[in-house]
């Protein structure tokens, strides 16, 4: 995979997002993907791995920071955070109507709670969502609901890919099996991929207590794991 630039752009005062740039070129501006890094705060360096994969398959990335500790659960900066992506990409060579919103654990519950909630401006929903080795059952601090809530009240407005490690041991994949069925109840637009890795894997990374957080992984099976992530996110774009 070719390596792909990045460059680092505020996306509010004293926030910051790293822009994946695409390493390969096709006709016109790339498809954007919006990733969202878990609860711990700002750790946008967590998912590189993951969205320099991305970025090799031709989508713009970005990818930023924010603080679950805040005392709103982060609810602020994740929604400045959208409302200036398409800005951001449009500066940077992508194309802001093939938009996904993405995320990876607590973030991955935010991507799909803010792609498919009824009070979601338009302006701001996602043409399709993933979200990635995350519970839906709990209240979004983006929409105050939980996803699994009003989606089993009604189909999703979007395509939505999800996501998860079967050997997961933070969050079980029975979270992700649960709001299949209940997209699937609803005729909803679902892809669902599980990939023998943890956590951590389905991102391209591994936990390492030593330094209490997840770090680029080196082993060829985390590797191969992440990799169909980033396919994932391609597809959810179109560049399937």
């Known amino acids: 995979m070719t390596s792909a630039p990045f460059r680092t752009a505020p996306y509010a005062p004293g926030r910051l997002t790293d822009i994946h740039l695409p390493a390969v070129s096709g006709a016109g501006p790339a498809p954007v993907v919006l990733l969202w890094h878990g609860s711990g705060p700002n750790e946008r360096d967590v998912l ?9 398959l031709g989508l713009l990335v970005l990818v930023p920071d ?58 701001l929903r996602p043409v399709a969502a993933v979200g990635i080795a995350s519970h839906y059952s709990t209240k979004a601090v983006t929409t105050g609901e939980a996803p699994l809530d009003h989606l089993a009240a009604g189909p999703s407005p979007v395509p939505l890919r999800l996501v998860h490690g079967t050997a997961d041991d933070i969050v079980d994949v029975g979270h992700t099996r649960r709001l299949s069925a209940a997209l699937t109840q609803q005729m909803s637009a679902v892809r669902v991929l ?3 890795t ?19 992984a080196t082993d060829a099976d985390t590797l191969t794991a992440g990799r169909r992530t980033a396919a994932v996110l391609a597809d959810a774009a179109g560049l399937s």
């Open 48 to 56: 590189r791995p993951l969205a320099q994969e991305a970025a090799g």
């Open 66 to 123: 924010w603080n679950a500790e805040q005392p709103d659960g982060g609810r602020a900066e994740l929604l400045a955070s959208l409302a200036r992506a398409r800005r951001i990409a449009t500066e940077h060579g992508g194309d802001p109507t093939r938009f996904v919103l993405a995320g990876w654990s607590m973030g991955g519950r935010e991507a799909i709670a803010v792609a498919t909630h009824p009070g979601t401006p338009a302006e």
């Open 194 to 196: 599980e990939l023998p």
């Open 198 to 216: 943890d956590h951590a894997g389905v991102v391209m990374t591994a936990y390492r207590p030593e330094a209490r957080r997840c770090l680029p």
